[in-house]
């Protein structure tokens, strides 16, 4: 069984040279989205999204890094700052947000919770600020992991109003490692930025692949397909430092 599941995980993998709504790293840890009391992770994602193989000037891309920090025993709080989604030669330091992630309620067995996230984020070089709230509910049932993520966010510039929402599928084949399969519609995937997700299609899917390389370092990796009002892919890749 092990087998079957990573032979499509390895040829992704070695397809896109090699994430937060679905934070691996904390589905492997069994948690809520808020980060661990006193804890302190630093992140570095890359994402990066083509149209045409016949037209590279329409690829896409954006990095970002983030700092989460267990600033409460149920509430933790991320700080990051990055570049917005560019062509390939491009780039600045333009875009930021900061998070915050209460965890309302927990079973006692640990096999569920609810999630509050209120999320600010914004640019430094225009105006295109954006406040989302989400309430997202993990259960965990042995090595499965199901997450279903509502999400509204409101333009403060545009005055946009949008719901959109996230549900995703993970399996841990050992206690380090998981793969599992996400969707969205009309919400930001693995961004915290305003306006912009891996792929820009109002429908997406996902392929996603999280392990832990040693005890301080956690990669994940993502493919992205979209699949309503726009035909891109995309891959993104986070790797997070665990400090504390």
Known sequence: MKKIILIPVIIFTLYTGANACFDTYLFLRKASMAYPYKSLVLEANGEFSFTKF??????QYFVTGSLYYGLLKNFSIQLSLGSSERSRSEFALDAFSLRGVYNLYTSKENNYNLNLIAEYRGMFNQAANE????????????????????????????????????????????????????????????????????????????????????????????????????RDFGFAITTKLILN
């Open 54 to 59: 016949s037209d590279p000037n329409q690829d």
């Open 131 to 230: 406040v989302e709230f989400s309430t997202p509910l993990l259960i965990y049932n042995n090595d499965f992991t199901y997450v279903i993520h509502p999400t509204i966010s409101y333009g403060l510039n545009s005055n946009d109003l949008m719901a959109g929402g996230h549900l995703g599928l993970f399996y841990s084949f050992d206690p380090n490692s998981l793969i599992g399969l996400g969707a969205e519609y009309a919400s930001i995937h693995s961004s915290s930025y305003a306006g912009q997700r891996l792929t820009q299609s109002e429908f997406s899917t996902s392929l996603f692949f999280g392990t832990y390389l040693g005890n301080k370092i956690y990669l994940q990796n993502e493919f992205a397909k979209g699949l309503a009002n726009s």
